[in-house]
């Protein structure tokens, strides 16, 4: 069974940092494109960025509102991607989702991510 779980969620004041991390197991996911989306109460799920998964460093995508201060890395040995998050603002405030998609379509819609992880908390203080 694939099982996704994200870490390192939590309270951080505004211009702090937190690390993600998504945990994956149950099957390989060399290849697959991994996402980190993030929706904050009352709205929907927003995409943050992907990594691909794939021999050498992969390659990443960025929503516009992140570009610049959040970067993903992964590590094929652990299985494990990460999303470093700087400068962070009030309105970062949400709940961080990781998710993957074996079809490697390196897309920014949800609908395209077949595993979910339950996400993580992440709160910015002003």
Known sequence: QVQLVE?????VQAG??????????GRTFSGYTMGWFRQAPGKE????GYITWSSGMGST???????????????S???TVYL??????????AAYYCAADP???LSRSA?????WGQGTQVTVSS
């Open 7 to 11: 870490s390192g969620g939590g309270l």
């Open 16 to 25: 702090g940092s937190l690390r993600l991390s998504c945990a994956a197991s």
């Open 45 to 48: 799920r927003e995409f943050v």
């Open 61 to 75: 995508n960025y929503a516009d509102s992140v570009k610049g201060r959040f970067t993903i890395s992964r590590d």
């Open 77 to 79: 040995a652990k299985n």
């Open 84 to 93: 470093q998050m700087n400068s962070l603002k009030p309105e970062d405030t």
């Open 103 to 105: 079809a490697r379509r």
């Open 111 to 115: 609908l395209s991510y077949d595993y």
